[in-house]
């Protein structure tokens, strides 16, 4: 059986060096960018609280695992609760016939919090995981698409499963890229199509920390932020280019009252992945649609994100498709309350505040 203790700083380069042995595949550009990575999310990290560490596991006198925890802070009915997001769970290939992801797991879930979210986990951590305690609330882990050029986002598809052979779908391209042109002037992708009473703007921090009470406003479980602690989350999230490049834009309505804005990282011929989409009260559909001419005129074939459960009819309305893919989102609390509300879609709860964007997985 392993040994846990609480992850310290100067167990950075065995945790970077397991990360190496467990995600070979992923290569950073060089071992000391990997430990000023996990440095920087870790222990500089805006809300770090020695009260909800991370925790290494030992055995034979190295580290065999590692549970990555960030602090968080969100409001419950208007009331702070301390919020633990977790992050980089990885046990050594050779040490995962015992017990020290078991270990590592309930260590992680015994903290103080008052709730515990991971949304970048796989199936095995959801069957430990509901084995705990915890829930994968099926509301959180449908995702949307909306396809904008449906043949190069079929074509992308088959690329990526390796269906067909790159002799068959390079030529098909230019074929495509006409049938796309075609397909953007029939309904519904009028997106060329612009809402003459809207406009956008670089979106900066000062203007989402203005308006987050607004556009979280009736949802029971919401994010709390502070000017330091979002301006640090949107600089770590405009890094992450493996993702994509990121565009983050304001709409405003009569060109200067603030409606809505979107995050999302672009990738051009392929399928932009969204982190956040905010709106006022009866503004949401307008909001998205805006996000789907930015990303069509960007050049995406296709964009993607996880269901607000508030917006679900905007979301149909707009011919997007649902469906369970991709990492599964899992919480645990010890508060039945607050376990409900987020089980009935009460919850404002974007890839923004949980781990999805992170990726340890280099740039």
């Known amino acids: 059986m392993a040994t846990l203790r609480t992850f310290a700083e100067n167990d950075i380069p065995a945790v970077a060096a397991l990360f190496g042995r467990v995600y070979p595949q992923q290569r950073w550009a060089s071992q000391a960018a990997c430990e000023a990575y996990f440095r920087e999310i870790l222990f500089n990290n805006p809300w770090r609280n ?6 290494v596991a030992e055995e034979d006198g190295g580290v065999a695992g590692f549970a990555g925890v960030m602090p968080r802070r969100m409001l419950f009915r208007g009331r702070p609760i301390r919020v633990a997001v977790g992050c980089q769970f990885m046990v050594d290939p050779n040490r995962r016939n015992g017990l020290t992801a078991l270990q590592l797991a309930r260590a992680a879930l015994s903290g103080t919090q008052d709730l515990f979210i991971a949304d970048g986990a796989n199936e095995l951590s959801r ?23 449906p043949v190069r986002f079929a074509l992308s598809l088959l690329e990526e499963r390796r269906a067909l052979p790159p002799a068959l779908t390079l030529p098909a391209r230019p074929l495509g890229a006409l049938a796309d042109a075609l397909a953007a002037r029939l309904h519904p992708n009028r997106l060329d199509r612009e809402d003459a009473e809207l406009a956008e703007d670089d979106l ?30 949107l600089e770590q999230t405009a890094l992450k280019v493996r993702h994509g490049k990121l ?7 009569g060109g200067r009252r603030l409606i809505g804005w979107y995050l999302y990282y672009l990738r051009a011929g392929g399928v932009s992945e969204v982190v ?39 979301f149909s309305d707009r011919h997007c498709w649902f469906r369970r893919e991709g990492t599964w989102t899992l919480v645990h609390s010890r508060h039945a309350d607050l376990a409900a509300a987020i089980h ?17 997985q280099g740039g």
Not at 225 to 231: G, I, Q
Not at 247 to 253: H, S
Not at 290 to 297: E, G, I, M, Q, V
Request: cysteine-free; overall charge neutral.
């Open 344 to 360: 009935q879609g009460n919850a404002y709860l974007s890839r923004l505040e949980g781990e999805w964007w992170l990726r340890f």
């Open 50 to 55: 020695l009260d909800l560490p991370s925790w």
């Open 204 to 233: 900066d921090a000062a203007a989402m920390l203005d308006h987050l009470p607004d556009v979280a406003d009736g949802s029971a479980l919401q994010p709390e932020y502070d000017a330091r602690s979002l301006a640090w989350l």
């Open 276 to 314: 956040q989409i905010a709106a006022w009260n009866g503004s949401f559909g307008r909001v998205l649609q805006r996000l789907f001419a930015d990303a069509w005129r960007q050049g995406a074939a296709a964009v993607r994100g996880r269901l607000d459960p508030r917006h679900i009819q905007e």
């Open 247 to 253: 565009r983050a834009r304001a709409v405003l309505e």
């Open 127 to 149: 069957q430990m995981w509901t084995g705990l305690g915890g829930t994968a609330p099926l509301l959180y882990n449908l995702h949307w698409t909306r396809p904008l050029r």
